[in-house]
């Protein structure tokens, strides 16, 4: 296994990067080699505050920067599949904050991109590669919790200022782009214990005031291949902050309280006829665990579940949510990058 530190460029100086890409990359001895912001001189203070080594004036910069082999981007949800598509014509490999895109037609476009390039793609669902999830799904998988019945995956916080770029539906907001994609993605991944992928069955949502077509909240209802049912929930207005998830089976259940940030709460509440505990697991932050998995899948081919086709996954889901809750999927948003050739 190759322990070549990645050469990483960051794309904006989102207040994310920092729990994200800079503390991981410094736990795990990954290089940030640049970073550019549509300001330079909050890139130059970001640059400063966290110890990248050099500042670019624009993106396209950046992405034409020869030493630099991969890009995180968790720039605005509408950003991210134009600057995607960007990177990988620049050949360079990609982790992208989630969405991928802001619909489906858009993240298609960017996996035959990816793929074509034959370039490295990774969605960021860091909670995936975190102990917690995974002992969840050990769970499943040693028989304990008996067959999959229900699950019930909820995503809510208080409201962000209407300033919010993730209120902006010319920027792919909206509480199921922010939210909902975890609560839709956390039922997608225990396809392998509901006899498949799950599919919509039905939806319900609201607007958020004065936002027409940006959703406040949004309910949607799934169902396994197996018969077992799932509902997956997203408030950005919430009264106060529910990130759980609880999963059913026909002899027990096990619920993550917080699923989504499982560094902050890292323990699993397991219920059987013979009782019920509490399975307390390791608190190393999920984006570290992520991070790992982009090298290997850079430097060394790992696989990861979060990978292009995953996306277009999640995206077809969230689409489907959209229309079925009566609104229309995100639109993209029009950037046009000046053209960036591979580097060198």
């Known amino acids: 296994m190759s322990t070549e530190p990645l050469r990483i460029g960051v794309l904006g100086a989102a207040r994310i990067a920092e729990r994200a890409i800079v503390d991981p990359a410094r736990i795990t001895g990954h290089r940030l080699v640049a970073v550019a912001a549509r300001d330079r001189g909050r890139a130059e203070e970001y640059a400063a505050a966290h110890g990248v080594e050099r500042v670019h004036d624009s993106y396209a910069d950046l992405l034409a920067d020869p030493e630099i082999e991969a890009v995180y981007n968790p720039l605005a949800n509408g950003l991210h599949g134009p600057w995607n598509l960007a990177a990988i014509a620049a050949g360079k490999h990609v982790l992208t904050e989630k969405p991928s895109a802001s619909n489906l037609e858009e993240a298609i476009e960017v996996r035959d991109a990816a793929a074509k390039a034959g370039v490295a793609f990774m969605e960021a669902f860091h909670y995936l590669y975190h102990p917690v999830l995974r002992r969840l799904h050990e769970l499943l998988e040693s028989g304990e919790l008996g067959e999959l019945r229900h699950v019930e995956a909820t995503t809510n916080i208080p409201a962000p200022p209407d300033s919010d770029p993730r209120w902006s539906l010319e920027l792919a907001g909206g509480a199921m782009m922010d939210l909902g994609c975890y609560a839709l993605h956390a039922q997608r991944a225990l396809a392998p214990w509901g006899g498949g992928a799950p599919r919509l069955t039905g939806a319900r949502g609201g607007e958020h005031a004065g936002m027409p077509g940006v959703d406040e909240w949004l309910e949607a209802d799934l169902v396994f291949p197996g018969g077992a049912t799932g509902t997956a929930r997203c408030n950005m207005a919430s009264d106060a902050?529910?990130?759980?998830?609880?999963v059913v089976g026909s002899l027990g259940e096990v619920t993550a309280p917080n699923f989504v940030l499982p560094h902050l709460d890292a323990r699993l509440l397991v219920r059987t006829p013979?009782?019920?505990r509490v399975e307390?697991?390791?608190?190393?932050t999920s984006y570290t665990y992520q991070l790992e998995a982009f090298a290997g899948l850079v430097r060394d081919g790992i696989k990861v579940p979060t990978d292009a086709d995953d996306a277009v996954e999640s995206m077809?889901?969230?689409d489907d949510a959209y229309r079925a809750a009566g609104f229309a999927p995100?639109?993209?948003t029009v950037?046009?990058?000046p053209a960036a050739g591979p580097s060198a």
């Open 330 to 332: 995100r639109p993209r």
């Open 280 to 284: 307390e697991l390791e608190r190393r």
């Open 335 to 337: 950037v046009t990058p």
């Open 241 to 246: 902050e529910d990130l759980s998830l609880r």
């Open 316 to 318: 077809r889901l969230i």
């Open 274 to 276: 013979e009782g019920e």
